[in-house]
């Protein structure tokens, strides 16, 4: 009878531990933050957007759960540093921002390759440009924390600071701003998907783009495992691309299934 009560105590304790997701599962969860940036990165996507379905399948790969907290592109970043997340999501690789990151961060094989262009009104189209010091008499819109941001003040450009990419839309609508950087398939997702078809015909993009660049996932050089977590992540990324994984999921991107 004894051995029977503990047989029925474990019993008991696993089917919590396994209802609940805590416990022996705890270990395994790796916690990301990240921002909404449509249809790579966004609550309210399926899977959360392109780039994070990706991160998920190639951590579920390895039997890793990861979790995602969405923030302001600023403060995913911040609190990554910290460590506060295990991981931050997604962040470009360039020259400007090589140094900082690297500081803080240990940074996985690129999740993608973004390519990030002016958005402007149709009706006022960009002159032929060649470096960020040919667009000195433009106003140009940024948002808080954004890659993009953080290269054209550091080349001594003046810019509007918002807080998402739908208010630099807006503005250049309202002709407040004329133009605004911002990854191309985002762009063209959110005139699709916040504004009307009368006002999301009025805006283009310059098709010189502004920089081309991987991005990946970011590990926090202030957590335990973060070395490990990120030859994980690389191991279950390298499965999905040998397997036809990862292409699955870029056509269903190309194909709007992320809206």
Known sequence: MENVLKKQAVIAI????LGTGIGLAQGKIITISTGEYAPYSSESLPHGGFVTHVISEAFGLEGYQAEFHFLPWKRALETAKSGQYQATSFWAHTSETEEEYRTYFYRSDPVFQATVVFF?????????????????????????????????????LTVENVGSAAQNMKKILLGRIDIFPLEVMTGLDLLQAQFSP???????????????????????????????????????LAKMVEQGRYDQLYQDLLSGKYK
């Open 14 to 17: 696993l089917s919590f531990f």
């Open 120 to 156: 402007h009104l149709r009706s006022n189209p960009m002159r032929d440009w060649e470096t960020t010091t040919d667009l000195t008499d433009y106003r140009i819109g940024t948002m808080i924390g954004e890659t993009s941001t953080k290269i054209l003040i550091q080349d001594g």
């Open 198 to 236: 009368e006002d999301g015909a009025k805006i283009s993009y310059d098709p010189k783009p502004f920089f081309k660049t991987p991005a990946s996932l970011l590990f926090s050089k202030q957590r335990e495992g973060s070395i490990e977590y990120l030859k994980i992540f690389n191991r279950g």
